[in-house]
């Protein structure tokens, strides 16, 4: 009996470690949630710029579709000078490079939507 009931006080004791471990983790997941994170906000808007402006339907983050993936103008343009304002640009005034395709011009982007796409974008490296 007495063995018993010290066996029961020991796993009592045990759920309340796993059950306060667990809140933490909850609270962890919550804050990631919410996206406290200045930088995360920030990518929230640009990924929201980039569907608004249907720029997937041309474009993916990690594969080429009609144009490249980001993640592959992000390497392309890893250390240039002024790579910000230089996709920046493209996003407003379109490009035709050696493909088949070419990347239309979105004049009605404002200059800080485009700048915002483009530091995402730029982000997106592998
Ligand atoms: C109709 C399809 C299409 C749409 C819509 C489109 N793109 Fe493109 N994009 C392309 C193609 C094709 C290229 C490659 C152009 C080339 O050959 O240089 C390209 C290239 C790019 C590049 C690389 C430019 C460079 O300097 O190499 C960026 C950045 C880009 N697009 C961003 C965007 C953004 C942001 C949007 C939405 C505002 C968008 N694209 C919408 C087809 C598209």
Redesign the pocket.
């Known amino acids: 009996m007495d063995r018993e009931s010290s066996h029961f006080a020991r796993s009592v004791a045990a759920n309340r470690r796993y059950a306060i471990g667990l809140s933490w983790a909850g609270m962890a997941l919550l804050a990631g949630l919410v996206g406290t994170d200045p930088a995360h906000a920030h990518d929230e808007r640009a990924v929201a ?2 569907h608004q ?3 997937y ?3 993916a983050n990690n594969e080429p579709k ?3 993936a ?1 993640a592959d ?1 992000a390497t ?2 890893k250390g240039k000078a002024g790579a910000q304002s ?2 920046a640009a ?2 407003r005034s379109g ?5 088949p ?4 011009p ?1 004049p009605e ?1 404002s200059k800080a939507d ?1 700048r915002t ?2 530091r995402y ?1 730029l982000s997106l490296r592998r």
């Open positions: 710029l980039l402006y249907r720029c339907v041309c474009h009609a144009g490249p980001y103008v392309y343009y230089r996709v493209v996003i490009a035709h490079g050696a493909g395709w070419h990347m239309p979105h982007v485009a796409m483009a974008i």
